[in-house]
């Protein structure tokens, strides 16, 4: 995953997909908000969050193979039956050899023979086992790592292939921090009780893959030992979180022939030529601390430990393409322990994130044509202009920032590239073959596809029209170093946004989305880069500490939020997020006062157009997420809890507090000098 790339909200899919189990959502289309789901025993100025959408959250069960649920996971489904009816249909019919539908329709029909899979178990990796079993030191366990074609480098590198930031219109090879199973490095070392049951469940899971290759339970439970033991020692080198987020301290460009010397056990040199890229001089390590932990453990460690953890990444990896014991394997540890999702998700919605992954573009082909009417992009472009002008406004009139940097910013924001629905042109997967009866060889023939294509990238210029998400994403991304803001036709969609709904609903929902993706590329990070996307300093020095003094304010009012018992957010880490949600609604709100229903007075369901546009926004937000998924994500998403992501930017918010008299003494209160206001 790129670093940099800002996206709307996590993955909603990271170990299950939305259920069909959900009975209908009750809110009615002929309304656009949900009345029927507010709590108005609480006072919005106390709690706009559970105000907006109380009744919801305390009558909504999350369904059982799900980690969360809400106004995302809705629509995602929707989404998925839709995917699914394509699939089905590409499945069933004779679609020609080659042909996307062939594609699409075999590699689904492939994940749902279980029959054939079960019958594999672990057959697939048998060749890859056997080669690891040879190995004999550590330059050889490179060695195999780094020339593997469909996953180069394994768990042990981690790399992506993306812009240069401060060259932004030549790709590079960009390597990361990598090595671990858990999600960042604290989980090997806290001792509260949460985590020390996670790492408890993760040594069973990894003794049971090994025994489903034949090892005795005894050997299994020493292997897992090794395998905790080797990340924790590895997770000492990595860095927080919250660090990761800093663009320039995560970029060092730097020769090969300097990082061969200065790390001569991983001997970069020979890494990338097994690699196959044997003229790459130059790359660009985001955090050289962890691959120089990396190259003084790697020969102290003795070759059988090596192998085990080679062993345990290999099936870890792959347990999902395997037969139901590996899969199970994987669910109870991942899905049950860590995100606390009680039921397996169906085996159709797994498969098809196999499909939307691996040949996305062949699948969004399909769903656009069906699915997203071209009427929606055109009423998109009109939103997103009406905010980008809104935002000139507020650039030009800021009190706070020089007339030099003005300018520039101005410069930046009026060379936005915005992308709407799907790209303009489509990816070619022609060279995947894919058979109706090879799961595992399928995917990894879409692996193998996705390494050529990003290697092939390497030194050479950014291709701008590409996409990050796939057509029928349920999310939306800014990416600064393309100067870009990307809405997939998945989001485009009730409740996010409707042609038929007021503006309102519409502005307060997707309006603010949109006025979110743009202020990512005016975020802590985002306003590093310039206009076409490099990351350089254009600001004056006086304009950076203001702006520093403002968010700083932000970092500290998020710190203070609890999440759990006595969790707390962590405000450095969703900084960019928050400032995102604050920029977000101001813009959304500042462009709905400029429509007719903005200027005017008239009551809908009861409710002023202001108050209906703070509803509809919070009414987007609505969500249930189970505790350990919570906690796995205060811990390592950038992004806030969704009653955060409504209450936090609405205590900075003037007009909210007009629109529901919003009074000193409530909780949601703050006098205007402590409200936080950046853009
Ligand atoms: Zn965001």
Known sequence: MRPIVKILVTALSVVAVASCQQ??????????????????????????????????VKETKIPDDQTGWGSFNTLYEENLQKTKSILTEAAGAGAKTGSIEQQVGDLYA????????????YEPLKAELAQIGALNDYKEALNYLASSQSNPGGKFIGYYVGADDRQSSLNRINFG?????????????????????????????????????????????????????FETALAQSHK????????VANYNKLSVADLTKQMPNLNWRALLNSMKLTSIDTVLVGQPGYYKALDKTLPTVPIGELKDKLVFDLLDENARLLSQPFEQARYEFYGRTLYGQPKQADRWKRVTQFVDRGLGEALGQLWVKKYFPAEAKERMLTLVNNLQKVYRERIEKLDWMAPETKKVALVKLDRFVKKIGYPDKWKDYSEVTIKRDDFYGNVQQTYIHHVKEDFAKINKPVDRAEW???????????????????????ILQFPFFDKDADDAINYGAIGMVIGHEM?????????????NGNLRDWW???????????????????????????????????????????????LAYQAFKLTKQGQGTEKIDGFTPDQRFFLG???????KVRDESLRVRVATDPHSPDKFRVNGPLTNFAPFYAAFDVKPGQKLYKPEVQQAKVW
């Open 23 to 56: 009975k209908e959502e009750t809110t009615t289309r002929t309304s656009f908000f949900d009345k029927s789901g507010m709590d108005t025993t609480v006072s919005p100025g106390d709690d706009f969050f559970t105000y907006a959408n109380g009744k919801w």
């Open 617 to 623: 926004f919070a009414q987007v937000w609505r969500t």
């Open 468 to 490: 990050m998400m796939t057509p029928p994403t349920v999310n939306a991304y800014a990416n600064p170093t393309n100067n870009e803001i990307v809405f997939p036709a998945g």
């Open 110 to 121: 492939s994940g749902l023979d279980t029959t054939t899979i079960d019958k594999l178990g």
């Open 540 to 586: 004056t020095k006086a304009d950076a500490e203001r702006f520093n003094t403002k968010t700083q304010a932000v970092v500290n009012q998020y710190n203070n939020f609890t999440v759990l018992d006595n969790l707390h957010l962590n405000g450095r880490l969703t900084l960019g997020e928050n400032l995102a949600d604050l920029g977000g609604i101001t």
């Open 177 to 229: 921090q990598a090595g671990l199973s858990l999600p960042e490095k604290d989980y090997y070392t806290k001792t509260d009780e949460s985590t020390k049951k996670i790492r408890t469940a993760f040594l069973n899971y990894a003794a049971k893959l090994f025994t489903l290759v034949g090892v005795d339970s005894l050997s299994a439970k020493t292997k897992a030992n090794t395998i905790l033991a």
């Open 240 to 247: 927080e979180q919250a660090d990761l987020r800093d663009p």
């Open 519 to 531: 202020t990512h590329l005016f975020d802590d990070q985002g306003r590093q880069y310039d206009a």
